[in-house]
């Protein structure tokens, strides 16, 4: 990591005041106008016809269906992409093994694979079309176009986000306490439970964390496998597009707030605990 | 005008009146058929159709109970007259629809549910999804469990029946008018004033004007205005290739579906001139204020019969089957028409439609698709891979 902390202080910037302002001015203003305006907006929107319109919009059963489907999701994407995360950087960073570069590339594929593309690779491998999808359709089985593939698709787009967190963490903090804990005679299991993990523990927090953000936002994959049933496999950023096809403008952001409060949320949650475990999370690594 | 028989416990049938045949029954013209039944001047169905369909759902299931069993669950059903037919399981129906059809089917499936029930029949659950038609009808050929498929033109079912087999091949014929409830037409929305002064096709291809238009590889409207577009060049001595060529040049933007593209022109306020269904453009008016938006009528446009099927190979159960079948039956009766002209589309049976639904459509030129050879040879032609569209769109 590249910390490097100014051993003593020395004068910040040499610039005119003017130049600094200007700068400053130009940053704020860029997030004012990019990334402050539309979350208000959203807001504005939903809040369009007041208070009861929101409520409204979020007590129809579409509405309603979307939420639960999207907490649905994340209930099970998140801790299975937690569970197969912690596996893969603690067999990354501790161990040494052939193909240990091929199986860092490929926690990495789903950054750079559109996640359009992804959804339809779903769909042709457990589409009705191929010999697998056939046979899952003729006992009965739904992948596609149901609950499962719309899992599937959110553990694909969230995949490398804890074991990014996690990697570096564990390399950084290096072998030297497992191997302390294993010359004292300690299992394998009760090493990882009482010296990898509560190393790590914010790392795996703060990766969780945005795993859970993604896999709440996530579109493109699963508006391909879902197949857009309403009240059935609409999520909620499908859900969102919908409404606000159908002229229902209020619903829409209100369903969109609701997205955005979620994402505040988890925001909010990274923040309070940089800020709780600061020099916890200092001596680890600094996001 | 016209009249509406009763042909099946669930199935009715419209035409114009050829005779009467003396014992309560008439004969209709269908189009494709004479047929003839009871006519339904109220639009109450017939109470039998409960016992009926309850009848043979127990004796279907006879000879996987045991006789006695059967015999007398069948007894029971039919001396507590109509009862829920298939009680033993939650029917449910996925109606997978194109674009625009959103809001109609949205009132449909409440009075469908109301009536079905009405009949004694066990409450059905209708789920829709909606889409371009193309792409509705490939994610069925990938496995979405449709019950029925409601689609923008025939050749999306077509599809559907020919990779899958899901569907048997004269689909067509099942039901009435070529298995189209209700018919449509393309017209373009202009901004109000019509600030552009687009009267006709041939204002679409001037210069700087911008037309939008949805994917025909994706989109049933869409494919129904490129051939609305043809047609127009075909009648006024143009190059119909050049004509339509010229016209998707000015084309800033392809959606995939109809909606997209309504939302593209109205919210988004690209283009000068949509090409829209005209269902979606009056919608686009009650939903989006008169004062915002005009439609204009071209002097010819193409007459767009959306068709509805069964998806029979998805069919789980008796149950599903006989809801699913009154489903798209249902279509036919004279309420479930007047919905349809509410909605803004050109349903055949007006007997019970406010005159103001009626009266709303404007006269004009409307060529079928028979003119074309039918979507059987249209859709190879045109918007198959490297087909006429592919050719245009790559100079």
């Keep these: 990591m590249s910390d490097i902390a100014p051993t003593r202080p020395v004068p910040v910037t040499t610039e005119p005041p003017l130049v600094r302002a200007l700068l400053i001015g130009l940053a704020v203003a860029f997030v004012a106008l990019f990334l402050f305006a539309p979350l208000v907006t959203v807001f504005a929107e939903a ?16 509405a309603r269906a979307a939420i639960a489907m999207t907490l649905t999701i994340a209930a099970i994407a998140v801790p299975l992409n937690a569970v197969f995360g912690i596996a893969a950087a603690w067999a990354i960073a501790k161990f040494d093994f052939r193909g240990k570069a091929v199986l860092i590339t490929l926690i990495d594929l789903p950054f750079s694979v559109s996640p359009v593309v992804a959804g339809l690779t779903l769909v042709l491998l457990f589409g009705a079309n191929s010999a697998l999808g056939a046979w899952l359709m003729a006992n009965d089985i739904r992948i596609v176009f149901a609950l499962p593939g719309i899992v599937l698709a959110t553990l694909f787009v969230t995949f490398p986000f804890v074991a990014r967190e996690l990697i570096p963490v564990m390399i950084e903090q290096g072998r030297a306490e497992e191997e302390a804990a294993l010359t004292l005679g300690a299992p394998g299991w009760r090493i990882f439970l009482t010296v990898t993990l509560p190393n790590t523990r914010w790392a795996l927090l703060y990766g969780v964390l945005l795993s859970n953000a993604r896999a709440m936002g996530e579109f493109g994959a699963v508006a391909v496998v879902s197949g857009k049933i309403r009240g059935e496999t609409a999520t909620m ?48 690594r600094r996001h | 005008m016209y009249h509406t028989i009763q042909i099946g416990a669930h199935t009715l049938a419209q035409g114009t009146f050829i005779r009467s045949l003396g014992d309560g029954r008439i004969e209709i013209d269908a189009g494709h058929a004479r047929l003839s039944g009871r006519p339904v001047a109220d639009p109450k169905p017939p109470a039998a159709g409960g016992v009926l369909g309850a009848l043979r759902t127990a004796l279907t299931a006879a000879p996987l109970r045991g006789g006695i069993l059967a015999a007398v669950a069948a007894l029971g059903l039919v001396m507590a007259g109509p009862t829920p037919a298939a009680a033993q399981d939650s029917v449910e129906i996925l109606n997978v629809s194109y674009d625009p059809t959103r809001e109609f089917y949205r009132d449909y ?40 498929v409601t689609l923008a033109l025939s050749a999306d079912i077509d599809q559907i029946a020919e990779r899958t087999g899901r569907i048997p091949a004269d689909w067509q014929s099942r039901l009435p008018h070529n298995a189209a409830p209700y018919a449509s037409t393309i017209v373009f929305l202009v901004r109000e004033g019509n600030p552009r002064g687009i009267a006709d096709w041939d204002d679409l291809v001037a210069e700087g004007v911008q037309v939008i238009t949805p994917n025909p590889k994706t989109s049933g409207g869409a494919r129904w205005n490129f051939l609305a577009a043809w047609a127009y060049a075909d009648r006024n001595g143009l190059d119909p290739r050049e004509f339509v060529g010229a016209l998707y040049r000015n084309v800033p933007v392809l ?5 997209g593209a309504t ?16 269902n979606e453009a009056f919608l686009a008016l009650a939903e989006l204020g008169e004062d915002a938006f005009d439609i204009v009528v071209p002097s010819v446009s193409i007459l767009a019969e959306p068709p509805v099927s069964l998806v029979d190979g998805n069919i789980t159960s008796d149950a599903q089957r006989a809801a699913a079948e009154a489903y798209l039956a249902h279509l036919y009766s004279p309420e479930a028409q007047a919905l349809a002209l509410r909605h803004h589309y050109r349903a055949r049976d007006t007997s019970l439609a406010a005159p103001d639904d009626v009266a709303r459509f404007p006269e004009l030129e409307l060529v079928t698709i028979a003119e074309f050879g039918g979507w059987s040879v249209v859709q190879p032609a045109f918007f198959g891979d490297g087909g006429i569209f592919d050719q245009i769109y790559e100079e």
């Design chain 1, 237 to 284: 950023p499908t859900m969102v597009e919908m409404f606000y096809n159908e002229y229902l403008s209020v619903a829409a952001f209100s369903l969109a707030a609701v997205l955005a409060l979620l994402a505040l949320l988890t925001l909010l949650l990274k923040s309070l605990l940089e800020w709780r475990h600061a020099d916890l999370l200092a001596a680890t």
């Design chain 2, 109 to 148: 499936n409440a009075l469908f549910t109301a009536w079905w029930t009405a009949q004694g029949n066990a409450p059905v659950t209708i789920r829709q999804s909606h889409g371009g038609a193309g792409a509705q009808a490939r994610a069925v050929i990938d496995g979405l469990a449709a019950t029925v």
């Design chain 1, 47 to 62: 809040l369009a016809e007041g208070g009861r319109g929101v409520i409204a919009a979020l007590s129809l059963p579409d």
């Design chain 2, 255 to 259: 959606d995939t579906g109809a909606r």
């Design chain 2, 263 to 278: 939302t593209t022109f109205t919210q988004r306020g690209i283009g000068h001139v949509l090409l829209a269904w005209e």
